[in-house]
């Protein structure tokens, strides 16, 4: 089978959903390992031409959605036809109701039950896959290695560390995390883009912000005694429906904090421990819970099942239902 997939693959100086990239990276690295792959940048026009002579037998989209996604997923789909069109919508623009019921693909893949109701009432047909997680690179920490990366990245290995890994603007709620600072230790992995009034701040009160690109993740990870992802449900655009950041901090088996944000909330009855998006005592309260060591949550054995391999068997199984 010949699959074309297409997303935004390049990141142009930190533009674009970091998260949507790595989800079509890893979809297309997954099926091309028994089928023919062809990666396309949306934006490459050029690139378009080398789609048509592939002859792709599935177009699959990897983006938000968007009303432009939905646009420029036709146009391209011209350049192929007799292609099935399959669109992945990790974070979909539920405001483009008109244009989806003309410009609707052979299927969305969708992963909340507000995007499976959004788009099955424009007569779309939809499948549910969720995120996977690189299970062999995040993986708990062996002994010793949480003291190891603490002392690496100048932690206090007396603290109890609050970790959270994403863009540092204020729709993902980071300075709800200043509520721990103090006995605790806030430490965010910021990437792009940056609100710099919201760095200062998170600084300025003591959080250990990282901006520098950190090649081994997976070693703050480590570091860390739980994870917390503090966005609000009602922000969107914040997140791809599914956060990456989550799946990773539960295959290093973190005990996670989060809202009831997307697809968690229906994919996980367990591992994570919710919080209500208004209560700012909350949150407080789950953490001091923890750092006595009261918790007990488990959260490695709950996601393995999410393992990149585990996804594109089942995105290949998918494949051939139409």
């Known amino acids: 089978m010949r699959i074309c997939f297409v997303a935004y693959f390049k990141d142009e100086g930190g533009k674009g959903d970091m998260g949507t990239r790595t989800v079509a990276r890893h979809l297309a690295d997954g099926v091309s390992k028994r089928h023919e792959v062809l990666r396309v940048d949306i934006r490459d026009i050029g690139s378009w031409r080398k789609a048509k002579a592939f002859r792709p037998d599935i177009i699959h989209f990897v983006f938000a959605p968007t009303t432009v996604g939905f646009v420029a997923a036709r146009i391209f789909s011209l350049y192929c036809r007799g292609a ?17 019921k003309y410009l609707k693909p052979d299927v969305i893949l969708i992963q909340s039950q507000e995007s499976e109701q959004f788009f099955q009432k424009l007569g779309v047909v939809t499948r549910f896959l969720p995120n996977g997680v690189d299970v062999d690179r995040f993986m ?12 690496k990245y100048g932690i206090d290995a007396k603290k109890f560390v609050v970790l959270h890994v994403g863009p540092v603007i204020r729709k993902r709620n ?12 806030v430490v965010v992995v910021g990437r792009q883009p940056y609100d710099s009034r919201l760095l200062g701040e998170l600084r300025a009160q003591g959080a250990v912000v990282i901006t520098e690109y950190v090649e ?4 703050v990870y480590a ?6 992802f503090p966005t609000d449900p009602g922000n969107r655009g914040a997140s791809i429906e599914m956060p990456l950041s989550v799946l990773e901090a539960m295959a290093c088996n973190l005990p996670v904090v989060s809202t009831k944000f997307g697809a ?44 990149w391999d585990n996804i594109v068997e089942r995105l290949e199984q998918l494949y051939y239902e139409f």
């Open 216 to 219: 081994r993740i997976e070693e």
């Open 223 to 228: 570091l860390s005694d739980c994870y917390v």
């Open 174 to 185: 980071i300075e709800r995390l200043m509520e721990l600072q103090g006995d605790t230790q």
């Open 264 to 307: 968690l909330p229906t994919i996980f009855n367990e591992g994570i421990e919710y919080i209500d998006n208004q209560d700012n005592k909350e949150i407080k309260t789950i953490i001091t819970k923890m750092e006595n060591g009261t918790s007990g949550i488990k959260t490695n054995d709950i996601v393995t099942s999410f393992s």
């Open 140 to 151: 708990p920490a062996a002994s010793g290695q949480k003291e190891q990366f603490r002392e």
């Open 84 to 100: 099935r069109v399959v669109m992945s919508a990790p974070n979909p623009t539920l405001s483009c109701r008109r244009l989806v």
